[in-house]
């Protein structure tokens, strides 16, 4: 019977139900639209740079990150990567060499990493050729191609076929340079990147620092199923020994601090919201007691006891939940699913982005317990909120109420 009552109290003022309810709806679609946006952004930052610089993991010597010096090698690296492009469960795989140095135009110099690529093996790598805006991707056949950042460009005044010295020291510490002509440019998701990044041919940029042809710095591994990181780290240990072997956790621990954050930011965001979403039912169920004062009245005169109108006023805002939660759930859920395939075009910010690595496409996401998350604590802020309406009507004294207007 009090079930029945407290759904027909709902709908007596079907407009106040209603404001309750849009409110629910808007509150969760909000939050749940916030924080995929957000989640995009952060996991398409996570994605570029796993994907498109550092690749799930690396292997270098355990000096080599420390002072990037190129005489700490990873010798015999050919047998290591034929074994790596066996194993099934690696997608890609990749040496470079690498050193750090000057890059000299007709108009200034500054500070570079040079990295000694393969052509063939980097297309499924960093993907440097589908980011040219100029040039091809080193189609001239020279080994003296270079392919250079836009931003580092403009700063030198670089056009297609403009010359530049590179400068830096080989494994015996002595200065070497020379001189390559720009056969791109490139344009990647992080411009800051794109200022001191080169990319040269390996097997040039091996003989200039005098290595050795089995002899490189680093090997990048793209795998196929990241849940499979952590066995095949393991496996890459075994494999090669001596060498210091990190993930992509490892290599940037501000992109986990990214992950990490954001699970808090979920709570702050949702709290924040849910907050308004209290005012708004406190004061709707509020209005809704203080209208009724005479009819409460004469339910506790006819027997209902305090404990049953306090459970009735409670069961009223519990509907008006329920109807709320799952429409604002499901208009969440339509929109990140519909957002998260076409995408929200912010190109118009792409610079200012672009500066802190984050892409100017943004595919909405987020997981199925962040929707639990949300719904929990909706569902948990509606019942506290229809706490002080209730508690209002057990203040009512029946002779008095019956006498209201």
Same mark, same amino acid.
Not at 114 to 124: A, C, D, F, L, R
């Given at each position: ?254 992109? $986990?601090?990214?992950?990490? *954050?954001?699970? /808090?930011?979920? !709570?702050?965001? &949702?709290?924040? #919201?849910?907050? =308004? %979403? ?66 929200? $075009?912010?190109?118009?910010? *792409?610079?200012? /982005?672009?500066? !802190?690595?984050? &892409?100017?496409? #943004?595919?909405? =996401? %987020? ?39």
């Amino acid at each position: 019977m009090l079930f029945q009552i407290a759904w027909r109290n709902i709908w007596r003022n079907t407009s106040r139900s209603l404001v309750v309810v849009s409110s629910i709806i808007i509150g969760i679609w909000a939050g749940i639209f916030i924080l995929s946006f957000s989640w995009g952004m952060y996991k398409n930052n996570i994605n570029e740079s796993v994907y498109k610089q550092l690749s799930h993991i690396q292997i270098h010597d355990p000096d080599f990150k420390q002072e990037m010096d190129p005489r700490f090698i990873i010798p015999d690296s050919d047998s290591i990567l034929e074994q790596l492009e066996s194993d099934s469960r690696i997608a890609s795989v990749s040496s470079r060499v690498i050193a750090t140095g000057m890059i000299t135009s007709t108009t200034t110099a500054s500070g570079v990493t040079i990295y000694g690529i393969n052509p063939v093996s980097e297309t499924k790598q960093i993907g440097l050729g589908q980011n040219l805006i100029e040039g091809a991707y080193f189609g001239s056949g020279k080994d003296n191609e270079i392919l250079i950042g836009q931003k580092l460009s403009k700063k030198h005044k670089l056009k297609l076929k403009s010359k530049v010295v590179l400068t830096f020291t080989d494994v015996n510490s002595e200065i070497v340079s020379a001189a390559f002509r720009v056969g791109g440019i490139y344009r990647s998701k992080n411009i800051s990147l794109d200022e001191v990044n080169v990319y040269v041919k390996k097997e040039h940029l091996r003989n200039l620092l005098d290595l050795k042809p089995s002899e490189t710095n680093e090997i990048a591994i793209l795998i196929k199923d990241e849940e499979q990181l952590d066995s095949i780290t393991n496996y890459n240990k075994t494999l090669v020994p001596n060498a210091k072997i990190e993930d992509w956790r490892q290599l940037a621990p501000e992109l $986990d601090l990214i992950i990490e *954050s954001f699970n /808090l930011y979920t !709570y702050i965001i &949702s709290g924040l #919201i849910l907050l =308004a %979403l209290t005012c708004g039912i406190v004061n709707t169920m509020l209005m809704s007691v203080l209208e009724r004062i005479r009819e409460l009245g004469m339910l506790m005169a006819i027997g209902l006891n305090k404990r049953k109108i306090f459970f009735m006023i409670m069961l009223e805002t519990i509907y008006l939940t329920l109807i709320g939660c799952p429409i604002g759930l499901l208009m969440g859920w339509l929109t990140v699913t519909i957002l998260g395939r076409t995408g929200i $075009d912010m190109s118009m910010f *792409s610079e200012g /982005l672009a500066s !802190y690595g984050f &892409s100017s496409m #943004i595919y909405p =996401a %987020l997981d199925q317990e962040k929707y639990m998350i949300i719904m929990t604590m909706c569902f948990i802020t509606a019942i506290l909120s229809a706490i002080y309406p209730a508690y209002k009507a057990l203040q009512l004294n029946p002779s008095e109420a019956i006498r209201k207007i």
